[in-house]
């Protein structure tokens, strides 16, 4: 069984302040997501990131792919109260034998406050 | 923008209840799924199908059962709800985009709570 574990579960933080949450597993993943989930809504997709060491920037959120594709790292920088919500990883893995379905292993999800 | 509809948002119903949750998707996409979700948690796959008439149990063991008659409707049925059914259910549909490339949209989710 394919396990992700994320760090904090839980982060309060002030506006302005720079955070970082960790995705780390035992196991290589094909690729790597990162979802954002508001209140009373479902997950929607951030970033995919697919190669070892791959380094992918959104406006001020900055995702890092582990060289060897079992962890990942979301750094926001300057933090702005529309940041709150629940941030989540998830590994893709793919069926042996090339079956079309990605799989999705989600970590336990970060709970992000930015206080104005 | 992702077009995937659940109905209803919210549930509340009592005991032994059958129930069934409605999940609509309009872009075509061949793979769709149910995911459980306790609040603030991480998302388990209880049910995934590949294309009509295919369905298949995911990694959390479910009571639930769901069926897959035409593309774009994918519904999840509990004949006797429980107490333990309560928890957050969310939607999902996929289109392959190849291995890099294959993003789930999700429905806004429906709660469930059986009292």
């Known amino acids: 069984t394919q396990l992700l574990e994320q760090s904090p579960q839980f982060l309060s933080i002030q506006e302005g302040e720079n955070l970082t949450v960790y995705c780390n597993s035992s196991?290589?993943?094909?690729?790597l997501q990162w979802y954002r989930q508001e209140p009373g809504e479902g997950p929607v997709l951030l970033v995919t990131?697919?190669?070892?060491?791959e380094v992918k920037k959104l406006k001020r959120l900055t995702f890092q792919f582990g060289d060897a594709r079992k962890d990942s790292s979301l750094h926001i920088t300057a933090a702005q109260p529309g940041d709150t919500g629940l941030y989540l990883c998830?590994?893709?893995?793919?069926?042996?034998?090339?079956?079309?379905?990605?799989?999705?292993?989600f970590g336990q999800g970060t709970i992000l406050t930015v206080h104005p | 923008e992702a077009d995937i509809y659940q109905t209803p948002r919210y549930l509340v119903i009592g005991t032994g209840k059958k129930i069934t949750l409605e999940c609509s998707q309009t872009?075509?996409?061949?793979?769709m799924y149910w995911y459980q979700q306790d609040p603030g948690m991480e998302l388990h796959l209880i049910h995934y199908?590949?294309?009509?008439?295919?369905?298949e149990k995911g990694d959390l063991s479910s009571e639930s059962t769901v069926s897959r008659i035409r593309t774009e409707h994918f519904p999840l049925t509990l004949e006797s709800a429980r107490p333990s059914h309560t928890s957050q259910y969310l939607c999902?549909?996929?289109?392959?985009?190849?291995?890099?490339?294959?993003?789930?949209?999700f429905g806004p989710g429906t709660r469930l709570t059986v009292l």
């Open positions: 999902a549909s996929s289109d392959y985009g190849g291995r890099a490339a294959d993003t789930q949209y």
């Open positions: 196991s290589v993943f094909s690729s």
């Open positions: 990131v697919v190669t070892g060491g």
């Open positions: 998830a590994g893709v893995s793919w069926e042996a034998g090339g079956t079309s379905y990605g799989k999705l292993t």
């Open positions: 872009m075509g996409h061949d793979k």
């Open positions: 199908s590949y294309g009509v008439n295919s369905t």
